[in-house]
Nanobody, 116 residues
Framework: QVLLVESGGGLVQAGGSLRLSCAAS????????MGWHRQAPGKQRELVAD???????NYADSVKGRFTISRDNSKNTVYLQMNSLKSEDTAVYYC??????????WGQGTQVTVSS
């Protein structure tokens, strides 16, 4: 079992920045990839960004150049720096971890609201 606890969401004006954090605990030695997904009202959950153990990153086209994902393996923490936020970035953001063997865990989610 892996427990993921997110923090850093909130309300920000368009063009502003937020930094999300996600701390993992439990069976963290099995984590291969950590990342962020988001779900806006009435829409499906979608990948925002993820990062592997060797720091390979993957971003949704909609956030490339604006969001940066990073991880601190010593702290079992992943971060999402979000700049130049747009109203369409408004969503619940979920931290996720993928373990060896394919099992995935999710955090409880943190709300990000961007006002225009």
């Amino acid at each position: 079992q892996v427990l993921l606890v997110e923090s850093g969401g909130g309300l920000v004006q368009a063009g502003g920045s937020l930094r999300l954090s996600c701390a993992a605990s439990g069976l963290t030695s099995g984590i291969v990839t950590m990342g962020w997904h988001r779900q806006a009202p009435g829409k499906q959950r979608e990948l925002v960004a993820d990062i592997s153990l060797n720091d390979n990153t993957n971003y949704a086209d909609s956030v490339k150049g604006r969001f940066t994902i990073s991880r601190d393996n010593s702290k079992n923490t992943v971060y999402l720096q979000m700049n130049s936020l747009k109203s369409e970035d408004t969503a619940v953001y979920y931290c996720t971890s993928l373990l060896v063997g394919g099992r995935r865990f999710w955090g409880q989610g943190t709300q990000v609201t961007v006002s225009s």
